[in-house]
């Protein structure tokens, strides 16, 4: 299983940027996906979930800025952030859970995202 995430680059506070994550050799309707994203010095966080069935969730600080979709038919995860801040500069990962596992399991190379002031 592959992923490939991109999108990520530099913005200004206020701005928006949308990162993709395209997936190769797994099913991907049948997983679960998500970002997670690890500022530095600090601990990775999940930042959005979708479920296979497209339900999405989505960690306190982004909520009402963020939004999580999915493509079945392109096989990509999408993360629209708008509003961005300074404090959201970040690694962003992609990240898959195959069926039946409880965690993600598989990780993407990660895209920089940095928002300036």
């Known amino acids: 299983v592959q992923l490939q995430a991109s999108g990520g680059g530099l913005v200004q ?14 099913i991907f309707s049948f997983n679960d996906m998500g970002w997670y994203r690890q500022a530095p010095g600090k601990q990775r966080e999940l930042v959005a979930g979708i479920t296979s ?21 392109k096989n990509t995860v999408y993360l629209q952030m708008n509003s961005l801040k300074p404090e959201d500069t970040a690694v962003y990962y992609c990240v898959l859970k195959s069926p039946t596992i409880v965690r993600y399991n598989y990780w993407g190379q990660g895209t920089q995202v940095t928002v300036s002031s």
């Open 53 to 73: 069935g497209g339900i999405a969730n989505y960690a306190d600080f982004v909520k009402g800025r963020f939004t999580i979709s999915r493509d079945n038919a």
């Open 13 to 26: 506070a206020g701005g928006s940027l949308r990162l993709s994550c395209a997936v190769s050799g797994s």
